[in-house]
Nanobody
Framework: QVQLVESGGGLVQAGGSLRLSCTAS????????MAWFRQAPGKEREFVAG????????DYAASVKGRFTISKDNAKSTGYLQMNNLKPEDTAVFYC???????????WGQGTQVTVSS
């Protein structure tokens, strides 16, 4: 069993930055792909960013490309989402997700609130 603990959310003004962390316990973190999703009030959960087991390949939603950076430190069993130039429309609960692509393992964090004021 894997447990994910997220941190780093908060209130920030537009144009500011936050770094979210996602620390895993249990099975080897390097075994998993990792992604970040977010869910704004009244909206469906949406993909934000993803990376492979090593962190060498990344992918981003068009809305965050160039502003957000996903990374993965397997030695620390921790993944990150660096968010720069935040906009009010980035306000959401952000969730960390680690998984194996064949679907055998899939874990979610509890979510962390990010609020961007204008």
């Amino acid at each position: 069993q894997v447990q994910l603990v997220e941190s780093g959310g908060g209130l920030v003004q537009a144009g500011g930055s936050l770094r979210l962390s996602c620390t895993a316990s249990g099975r080897t973190f390097s075994s998993y792909f990792m992604a970040w999703f977010r869910q704004a009030p009244g909206k469906e959960r949406e993909f934000v960013a993803g990376t492979t087991r090593s962190g060498s390949t990344t992918d981003y939603a068009a809305s965050v490309k160039g502003r957000f950076t996903i990374s993965k430190d397997n030695a620390k069993s921790t993944g990150y989402l660096q968010m720069n130039n935040l906009k009010p429309e980035d306000t959401a609960v952000f969730y960390c997700n680690i998984y194996v692509p064949d679907g055998t393992w899939n874990y979610w964090g509890q979510g962390t609130q990010v609020t961007v004021s204008s």
